[in-house]
């Protein structure tokens, strides 16, 4: 699942000092016995103290970087969609991968991608990066804009880190996620370039077949992965579909 404090908590401790002991004790203050957890699991984390380390925003730079060091899916010049985006870590990775901020090493040679990242929340800003926030990726509103952002209305990848707010019910978090990621397919077919990606979390359940027919039908290749930076204990997959066939409207 999600963690409790959904992103903005999670960037304002990146903000932060946490590593002394006396500093522990004074968050773990006033908090409730899962929050305290939460906050101890964080401190431990070796991927959280590697995102401080790295300036990235959240842990969750690291299951990007993991796909797409294995992948290759966002290269140079590249356009990207970043759903769910904030508070902008994979956006963070995208924007260095896809060289949008004209940052890449051999600039002069490479060329520069786009970035766009919408969410429910507010994005902090970024260089490089276009952000929506604000903005519910399920609406057609949003849709038109992105027409708009995208060289040619068209990217070339498509993630999805979008989650729900977790209600503790299992199976019905579990649908909301995979209703949201069924919403992308129609998202695909506006925007998504024939050969193109997604990447998409979902939370695994009953439905995941549903969601992977779905892609199949559409996508050449789909492929289920668990990043080493997905906890081991939660219900967190992606599915990786490769190579776009839009459909023929009849
Ligand atoms: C796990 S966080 C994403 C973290 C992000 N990938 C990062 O690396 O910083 C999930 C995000 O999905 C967003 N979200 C959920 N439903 C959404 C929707 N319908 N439209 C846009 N964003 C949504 C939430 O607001 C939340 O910020």
New binding site residues.
């Given amino acids: 699942m999600?963690c409790p404090s959904?992103?903005m908590w999670c960037f304002s401790l990146q903000r932060r000092s946490l590593h002394s002991s006396s500093c522990l004790m004074k968050k773990l203050k006033g908090k409730t016995p899962a929050e305290q957890r939460w906050l101890q699991r964080q401190l431990k984390d070796p991927y959280v103290k590697a995102s401080h380390a790295q300036n990235f925003?959240?842990r969750?730079?690291f299951k990007l970087l993991e796909i797409d060091d294995k992948f290759r899916l966002l290269q140079p010049g590249c356009s990207v969609v970043d759903?769910?985006?904030?508070?902008?870590?994979?956006s963070q990775v995208a924007v260095q991968r896809v060289n949008s901020a004209g940052t890449a090493e051999g600039d002069a040679v490479l060329p520069h991608g786009t970035v766009v990242g919408?969410?429910?929340?507010n994005i902090p800003p970024l260089d490089g990066a276009h952000f929506l926030s604000s903005?519910?990726?399920?609406d057609p509103v949003t849709h038109t804009k992105l027409l708009e952002l995208l060289p040619n209305g068209q990217a070339h990848v498509i993630l999805s880190?979008?989650?729900?707010n977790a209600s503790g019910f299992r199976e019905m978090d579990h649908e909301k996620l995979i209703t949201?990621c069924l919403s992308l397919i129609d998202l695909a077919e506006k925007i998504l370039q024939p050969g193109g990606s997604l990447v998409c979390k979902y939370w695994d359940g009953i439905l995941a077949h549903k969601l992977q027919k779905k892609l199949s039908s559409v996508f050449s290749s789909v492929q289920t992965l668990k990043p080493n930076a997905s906890r081991k204990d939660s219900a967190e997959r992606y599915f990786l579909a490769r190579m776009y066939r839009k459909p023929v409207k009849g």
């Fill in positions: 999600a959904q992103t925003r959240c969750s730079a759903c769910g985006a904030a508070p902008g870590a994979w919408i969410d429910l929340l903005h519910d990726v399920t880190d979008m989650a729900p949201m």
